[in-house]
T-cell receptor, first 111, second 118 residues
């Protein structure tokens, strides 16, 4: 049973639009929440990560919003570009460094 | 990431065969991981190793075994392959001490091995 639930399974957004992917967890021991980006034929690569001491982290067009009380976090991709088309995985870990991944969201950005 | 290589990249085998997937890294990281990726399930941890003498089971280790031959090499074996082990397999490495200043723990993934068990 997955410890991190991710939605939606896929989404299509127009170029310049906002992509939003949501994740939820139950294990309160989780203290590290990364997002990985995977292009077809490649391994996942770390995109951005957050720890629960902050509610938001922004890197360029990518923002993580974190709600500790709700045990939810989300990835926002602003001004989505065709090059952002990929599969995105949320994940979580505690101090044992073992990542529990969500099921993944395939994002398609239409030009 | 070219620093983490996996061989073979694609493999077709038959039910009951023993096969080995290999992972090598030039990053000098102590920690290595094996995951499998299935559509709709994301990545699931099979085994992980925090140094050459340390081997730990992940969430789905049944039917798999591993060997950490050196700091740079971590192999995954399927003792008797079955069709539901058809999946995409990834090796990853990490060194948390490198990320401490950035308050994150980066895992670096190889390009994957696509395995089909007939």
């Amino acid at each position: 049973q997955q410890q991190v639930k991710q939605s939606p399974q896929s989404l299509i957004v127009q170029k310049g639009g906002i992509s939003i992917i949501n994740c939820a967890y139950e294990n309160t021991a989780f203290d590290y929440f990364p997002w990985y980006q995977q292009f077809p034929g490649k391994g996942p690569a770390l995109l951005i990560a957050i720890r629960p001491d902050v509610s938001e982290k922004k890197e360029g067009r990518f923002t993580i919003s974190f709600n500790k009380s709700a045990k939810q976090f989300s990835l926002h991709i602003m001004d989505s570009q065709p090059g952002d088309s990929a599969t995105y995985f949320c994940a979580a870990s505690s101090n044992d460094y073992k990542l529990s991944f969500g099921a993944g969201t395939t994002v398609t950005v239409r030009a | 990431d070219a620093d983490v290589t996996q061989t073979p990249r694609n493999r077709i085998t038959k039910t009951g065969k023993r096969i080995m997937l290999e992972c090598s890294q030039t990053k000098g990281h102590d920690r290595m991981y094996w995951y499998r990726q299935d559509p709709g399930l994301g990545l699931r941890l099979i085994y992980y190793s925090f140094d050459v003498k340390d081997i730990n089971k992940g969430e789905i280790s049944d039917g798999y075994s591993v060997s950490r031959q050196a700091q740079a090499k971590f192999s995954l074996s399927l003792e008797s392959a079955i069709p539901n082990q058809t999946a995409l397999y990834f090796c990853a490495t990490s060194d948390p001490s490198l990320d401490r200043g950035r308050n994150q723990e980066t895992q670096y993934f190889g390009p994957g091995t696509r395995l089909l068990v007939l």
